[in-house]
């Protein structure tokens, strides 16, 4: 079945510095993929998503690439601040089932 | 955004008590909720698929007879933990895909169950 692969497992970066995470997946039918932010206690967040038939979306601080070819989408946060701090979750669906396949998640730190 | 809320935000309860917990969407209509539960430090595991209207699906290794899930309405779905034991302490979160806007999924804030 479908595997969503994500990396790295804990990124610390220092707060104005990019953070960078990536994930793969395996299913080529996969269509949708949506990026969670969930801080302690609290249900995710989405905060930003990219459809199959775009290769970029980006707001404000926050992008997101997809590359069908080769599987595989990133989440990219510029100019970092300390709420930024939290846990990033991928995710990849396809067709109409809504149903999510989820990444391990990213424990993002942004050092002050 | 859509918003989707749970009920209650934590409960604690003594071993072999049954927990109800409730999910709406509170400006959408939903004729699928999604149940996950999520260990620390872990990722979302997707428990079974609400459907209002019919039966719960459920996902492999997850005993429907412990996990009930009633999808009442089209705006509330309900997971009652039966018998709960220590083991079935957890973090459960619901969600929703808004079905006019396209693929996206809300999620509820999700509900601490600690089983004494």
Redesign the interface.
Known sequence: GENVEQHPSTLSVQEGDSAVIKCTYSDSASNYFPWYKQELGKGPQLIIDIRSNVGEKKDQRIAVTLNKTAKHFSLHITETQPEDSAVYFCAASKGSNYQLIWGAGTKLIIKP | ?AV?S?HPSWVICKSGTSVKIECRSLDFQAT?M?WYRQFPK???M?MA?SNEGSKATYEQGVEKDKFLINHASLTLSTLTVTSAHPEDSS?Y?C?A?NLGG?????????T?LTVL
Do not use: A, D
Not at chain 2, 102 to 110: A, H
């Open positions: 955004g989707v749970q699928t999604f872990q990722s979302l997707l698929t973090f979160i969600s895909p396209g693929n996206e999924q809300f999620f509820g804030p999700g601490r």
